[in-house]
Each structure stands twice: as structure tokens, then as C-alpha cells.
């Protein structure tokens, strides 16, 4: 079935954003995992090819984690783009839904997950073994020789260099001191020269140092602080030679050497690699349990001649703690002193094998985090592209602004819930289930934002949510009614003003009834009814007045009835509108005297507004009798 206009619409919109946002977070993530080893980088000299290798290998060890990033952040900028120019917009007008939209996409992050899982079990575990083979290459390379002036330098094993002044054109040094400490610091030997030149040989294997016009003290004999005359020797020369072994050549080591860590192997060798370790672990503790019951577990052997008798010829007859009592004082002392000494040994064996068999299921643990990672680290791509393609069209912003916000929050969100779950099992603290925190997080999270933005929902509009919490807590909503351009019939002014007096009696009428004089009734709040008739009928009637006046051209009038309040009568009945969700927060007594306090907030609220209306009433109806018509 070839691909409709649309599908390749939508995919062209997205795949050139997600080529741009993978390589900006690839370059973000390998700099910012760079700084671990910048100093394993700087000052050894590395040539152009070790470093092309290095960072190829990291950005290919990279490449799992910046997929589901750029794939978030591409699917943001996509829909909110498509949002902000209203083609979203035209797309469901035409009957599309925002599934049938977002299928393509869908098809592609699947395609994507599978890719993603391959690329971590053939790819990544080489590019990880590659890639730390070279990072312990490089911090077993000595720096690159560069003496400073005016410092002790002692990246050099065994001495220490101090230059006063160096010619940097001819390689010269001046007023050379250095102290080799290569024999350790009892046979010290100190060199003091006038000039100097320093080299690496050929193979770059040794330091040939040259010094010229100086002395050399050197300790014939070990110092002993009850000694004073320690013998020393002193040489005066005119030219002096000296080989060091300094081998500052770039050795690389056998990938061999990185073969057993987990993230450099493919799921099936981490699942081998696992039962082995197991095996070897069941073998360990069982070992471990046969040796303390053949040990641990006896009793003290006991040293007197009688003693020793009994315990070699009746041993599972004897009772110890009779022998202990008719035992004399000393021999007492001495079992309780060889007991102590036991038992502290026999803590300390066992402290030393839990603690080994602690870390060895911790490697067996380490060893499935990183298969359970292949899994979860491809998963989230697809989890990522509901939750970017969601909010990007319940918010429709696009650019680089609010996206980039929302990407770097969803990640840190991801990033501390999978490196946080990880680590609990890796401690044994968690079972298995927290290598999979991340996605048992986000997972609701992108069904709750599809389904939201399949409906349209206005999640992220703030008004929304101040009306929310305006219908539950109450908060004045103001009027705003302005002057109309055109007006084809004017109020009359007298009928309104004649309607306002009659609404300032009832609102007097209505102050001192019961509804707003003490607590609310309990029981008609959620067991029977509230009667609020003849609150409706007032504030149907204030609304009915308005709705005339709002028809004038007089710009107080228009004031004047801004400043006539909203009536919130909805706060003093009850909360829900099923009646069996009020009955069972009735009885719920903790939880029903709440919406009891919010009703008796909303009565205090609604008395206050009526006293309101009383005054302004009748100052609009004062004015509309002294308007002249």
C-alpha cells in the first residue's frame, strides 16, 4: 500500500528535526560525560588518531541514550509546530484524529526500538570494550614531558625537578636541583647543576639528562635517628650524564583486558556470564556454611588434663556448662579468654566472606542491570515519542523555547528514576523491578498525555485551572462588560431602576434568612437537599438587570454594574451532583466535614456579596433616577 500524502507530510516535518536534535544531543552528552576524563586527556600528548578513536568509540557508546532524546525533542518542535500553525488544527477539522496523525511517527519509533536494541547488543558492547580499553590506556600514560620554571616538577618516578629558568628556544635549563628518590627517602640524593639539558631517547623509553658545573650529595648509609654521623658522599663534576626510565610512548592494551565488564558484553554473554557467576556463588556459600558447622559451631576444647578426657572420649556426651562449673577459678578465666578470642575471629572470617559474597552478587546484579538496560533504554524511545508528540500538540509552542524545557525536564525525570532504581538494585535493596523504575514512571505518563491530547484537552491552559480552583475555594470572578459599538434599542432606565430597588429588599430579606445566619444544616448538605429557590431567583434577577443595563451608553452605569458580583451559588449545595457520593462523604465524617467548612466558607462568601449588591443597588438605582432621558 503506498503511503498517502499525508504520511509523508508528517514524516518529512519530523525526520529532518529528529537528524538535527540527535547530533545536538550526542554532542551534549559526550561533553558532558567528556569532563570525567578530561585530565586522562591533557598534557600526554596523544596523536590525532588515539583521539579520533576515542571519541568515535564514545559517541557510538552514546548513541543509545541520545535517540529517545532527540526523538523526544523532535517530536515536540514537530507537533508544536504543526500546532502553532494551525495544521493540526485543519487536519482534525477535516475528520483525522491525532492517533491517525501520529501513526506514521509510530511506525518509525517502533522501527527505531528495534534498531536501538541491535545497535546495543552487536554494536555497543564492541564500542564499549574498544572504548574502555583506550580510557585505561590512556591514565596508564605517563604525561608529556614539560618542565615549568620556578616549580617542583614530579611526574618524573622517583625524582623531583626543580628549574629556576629555561630557555625555550634552545631547550636549556638553569639552575637545575633535582632530588632522586628513586632508593626511597633514606638514601636521598640531591643534584645541584648549573645548566642542563633534558631529552627523550629515540625509543622514547628513557630520559638522557646532561647537566653541566655542579655537585651531587648522595647518603652512603641508611639514616637511623640514633645515629649522628651518618656518612654522605659529595661529587663535583664539569659534565654529568644521566638515563632515566620514563617510557612516555602511547602503549595500547589488549581488549582482553576490558572482556569481563558487563557493558561489553551482549545479552546472551551476560546471561552465561550470570549463571556461571551464580554457580560459583551457590558453590561459595555452601562452602562457606559446611565450614562454619564443622567450626564455628564447636565448643571450646577444653585444656586440662581431665578435661581433655572427657572430650576426647565422650565428647557428644559431655555437658559443657557442667564442666565449666566444676572448673577452678583460673581454668574458668582461661576458657572465657579463649572463648572471647574465638568468637572475635570466627565474627571477623564471617565479616570478610559476607562482604565477598556481598560484591560478588553484586557483580551478578551489575551483569543484569546492563541487560535489563538494552531493553528499557529501547523502549523509551517509543515512551518518549507519545509523551513529546502529546504535549507538543496539547501545547502547540514550537521553536526551540518551551520544547527545549519540557525535553531537558522529562530526561532529568527519566535519568534520576533509572539511575536511582538501578543503583537500589544493584545495593540489593530493590528487587529486579527498579531496572525498570523509569519506564513504570513514564509509561502512565505518555498514556495520560496521548489521551489528553486525542481530547483535545486543555491540560496546560491556565485558566483551566483557575477556575478549578475558583468553583472549590471560592476567589471573586470580576465582570468585564464594556461599552458596545452598536446599540439598537437603549434600557429602560426607569423599569431597571424600579427592578433594583426590589432586588436591594430581597437582598435584605436574603441576608437574614437561614441560609446565611450560623453553620450550615449537616444533614441537608448531604443527605437531603439545600433549597436555594429563592437565591436563584435573586440571581437570576440581578443577571436579568445587567443583561438590560449592558445595553447603555453611560460609562458609570457600565461601572456600576462591573461592580455587582458573580453569585457563586453552587458553594453552599452539595458537592457533587450524585447523591450517593454526598451520602458516603457524610458519613465519612473526617472527610465530609471539609466540604462542610466549604460550604460554610461559601455561605460567609455569598452573604458578603449580597451586602455588596444591597449598596451598589442602590446607588444604580439613585443614578438612574436623576439621569436625565
Known sequence: MRPKKLDIFILKSFLLLFAGTFFVCLF??????????????????????????????????????????????????TFGNLGERFELLAMKTAGISLLRIMRPL????????????????????????????????????SPELEVPEGVFYNQIDGFNLYVKHKNTDTGVLYDVT????SEGYENISVIVADSGKLETTADKQHLYLRLYSGEMFENMQEQQMSRTDNPYRRESFAEKHILIEFDSDFTMVDDNVMSSQAATKNMTQIKHTID?????????GLGNLTDYKSTALNTYKLTSSDSAKLAANMLSLVNSDSIFMVSSRAEQLEIR???QTRIQSQKSELTLKGTNMFYQDRNIRKHWVEWMKKITQSLSIL???????????????????????????????FHLT???????FREGEWSIVGCWLSTIVLTPLSVFFTVKANADSTLFQLDVYKEFFRYWFGGRQERNIVRKDVIINEPDYKACAKELRSISSDALDLSSSGLFNGLPNYINLFFRRVDTSKLDKFSDGIEYVI?????????????????????????????????????????????????????????????????TITVVSEELAEYLDEKEY
Open 28 to 77: 551534549i552528552l559526550m561533553m558532558n560525560v567528556l569532563w570525567r576524563y578530561i585530565e586522562d586527556l591533557v598534557g600526554k600528548g596523544f596523536t590525532i588518531d588515539v583521539l579520533v578513536k576515542f571519541f568515535y568509540y564514545f559517541s557510538l557508546t552514546s548513541v543509545p541514550l541520545a535517540l529517545p532524546l532527540a526523538v523526544l525533542l523532535a517530536s515536540l518542535i
Open 106 to 141: 509510530t511506525i518509525l519509533c517502533t522501527i527505531l526500538v528495534g534498531v536501538s536494541f541491535y545497535f546495543q547488543n552487536v554494536t555497543g558492547p564492541n564500542a564499549s570494550n574498544k572504548l574502555y580499553s583506550i580510557i585505561f590506556s590512556m591514565q596508564q600514560k
Open 178 to 181: 633535582i632530588y632522586d628518590i
Open 276 to 284: 556461571s557467576l551464580s554457580l560459583k556463588q551457590d558453590s561459595v
Open 337 to 339: 579468654k579463649a572463648m
Open 383 to 413: 515512551i518518549f515519542f507519545f509523551i513529546g508528540a502529546s504535549l507538543g500538540a496539547i501545547i502547540r509552542k514550537g521553536g526551540l523555547g518551551v520544547p527545549v524545557i519540557i525535553s531537558v525536564l522529562t530526561f532529568i525525570i
Open 418 to 424: 533509572s539511575t536511582a532504581g538501578e543503583k537500589m
Open 547 to 611: 443583561s438590560d443595563l449592558s445595553n447603555t451608553r453611560d460609562k458609570i452605569v457600565l461601572d456600576k454594574i462591573n461592580r455587582l458580583p458573580i453569585m457563586p451559588v453552587y458553594g453552599i449545595e452539595p458537592p457533587f451532583s450524585a447523591g450517593w457520593v454526598n451520602v458516603i462523604l457524610g458519613i465519612l465524617f473526617p472527610l465530609g466535614l471539609l466540604f462542610y467548612l466549604r460550604a460554610w466558607f461559601f455561605s460567609m462568601y455569598l452573604k458578603k456579596h449580597i451586602n
